[in-house]
């Protein structure tokens, strides 16, 4: 069904690190709603910062593959078995949002995505850019890097509806075998948390912050309320730090303790609820927050809302061999075919793929044009209401920003 470039290559992994080749095939998905304007905006934009950037000695060679709602209507399956191969062969992609059902309905395909490839990290940053408005009085205060644990949590999806065989059964082992009460009426959803999948998530986050020189990792957990899931996150990521990264770390309680933090990464830790507020009354004490799948989901929406919007913000789904890259935003499907949709998250999820691929010459040159043109107030109705400016369409969005890259050195 999928046509690939013979000039293109796969880009491979060794030991967690990328190998990119200078024709690299990358796959995408146009997405549903907002989707396929956005993503096309993205694309535009990408091409135009590698071509700016290396000539013609590098390219990327994409391939759209099918899922969601073009899947549907062209093929009948959401997330057909030819994008899931091609998925499992190519292993990068750029990804549209996708709908997903509340309450009813087929399960994720994100999620069905992120935990095939096996994307254990989402990683998200938020930092404020000149000239949006934010609610908060210091916005440029706020420079957070969220590492969200991906494949493990609430988002496994174990759960039964109150009323099935399923649920049933669990409430009778929970009554006669555990001696728990149980209501008749109780829906059933598992947190399941592993020691495993904690420690590669904070291991990651601990290279990186080692890596790029960042200052501190906080943990994030509701552990004085779930122990043995959120507590027990909070204890295998220090344990992490403790074991592999005794050189370049010191916790919170070490400072405290009179131990000198010089040239160390601190790591300390918040409960969830806690967290929330300090980001908000204190952006500048915090860093880089590591979190367990569902606080890490809640945790970065809010983030978002710091730098005034969260349509800014791009997130890379990354493991040791793949990587999912896309805007954090929905679907939006009210805006859907009106040309006025911000495309700014995708490019960033695409500028982080560019980092992520080693071309960084080509994703810094997207991070300026974005800052340049939101400074100029060259923005979409989203940004435009607030700066008392008019407002570019998506794709007069894409093109100013390939005209600005076209400008820089």
């Known amino acids: 069904m999928y046509t690939f470039p013979e000039e293109g290559e796969k880009i491979s992994f060794k030991d967690g690190k990328w190998i990119t080749p200078n024709k690299p095939i990358v796959l995408y998905i146009e997405g549903d709603g907002i989707g396929p304007e956005i993503t096309q905006a993205s694309i535009k934009v990408i091409n135009k910062a590698v071509e700016k950037s290396y000539g013609s000695s590098k390219e990327i060679k994409w391939v759209e593959v099918y899922a969601g709602d073009k899947a549907q209507n062209l093929i009948g399956d959401r997330f057909p078995k030819e994008t899931r191969d091609a998925l499992m062969k190519y292993r990068v992609v750029l990804k549209g949002p996708l709908q997903t059902p509340i309450g009813k309905g087929w ?10 490839l096996d994307l254990y ?7 404020y850019i000149k000239g949006i408005e934010s609610p908060l009085k210091n916005p440029e205060k706020v420079d957070l890097i969220i590492f969200r644990e991906n494949t493990d949590d609430l988002y496994r999806g174990i759960e039964y509806p109150f009323d099935s065989n399923e649920a049933k059964k669990i409430r009778e082992f929970l009554r006669n075998e555990l001696n728990v009460n149980i209501e008749d009426d109780t829906g059933i959803g598992i947190k399941v948390i592993s020691k495993y999948k904690t420690e590669r998530i904070a291991r990651m986050a601990f290279k990186y912050a080692i890596e790029n020189k960042r200052r501190k990792v906080t943990i994030m957990h509701k552990g004085n309320v779930m122990k043995y899931t959120e507590g027990s996150f909070m204890n295998w990521a220090y344990e992490v730090a403790q074991n592999e990264f005794r050189e370049k770390t010191i916790t919170e309680n070490e400072i405290n303790q009179g131990k000198d933090p ?23 004490d915090y860093d880089i927050i590591l979190a367990p799948n569902v606080d890490g989901d809640y945790i970065s929406d809010a983030a978002g809302a710091l730098i005034g919007n969260i349509g800014l913000l791009g997130g890379a789904n990354v493991g040791d061999d793949a990587g999912m890259f896309e805007a954090i935003h929905g679907t939006a499907p009210k805006y859907a075919g009106k040309n006025v949709a911000n495309p700014t998250g995708i490019i960033k999820g695409g500028e982080l793929m560019l980092r992520f691929m080693g071309w960084t010459e080509a994703a810094d040159l997207i991070e300026k044009a974005i800052n340049t043109a939101i400074e100029e107030k060259k ?15 998506t794709k007069e969005f894409a093109s100013e920003l390939v005209n600005i890259i076209d400008t820089l050195k």
Request: net charge positive.
């Open 262 to 284: 010089s040239d160390k990464i601190i790591i300390n830790d918040r409960i969830a609820d806690n967290m929330f507020q300090q980001i908000i009354t204190r952006p500048e």
């Open 107 to 116: 399960k994720s395909v994100n999620v069905e995505m992120r935990l095939m």
């Open 379 to 393: 923005v979409t109705q989203d940004i435009a209401r607030f700066l008392g400016v008019k407002a570019l369409g």
């Open 121 to 127: 990290a989402n990683i998200r940053p938020v930092k």
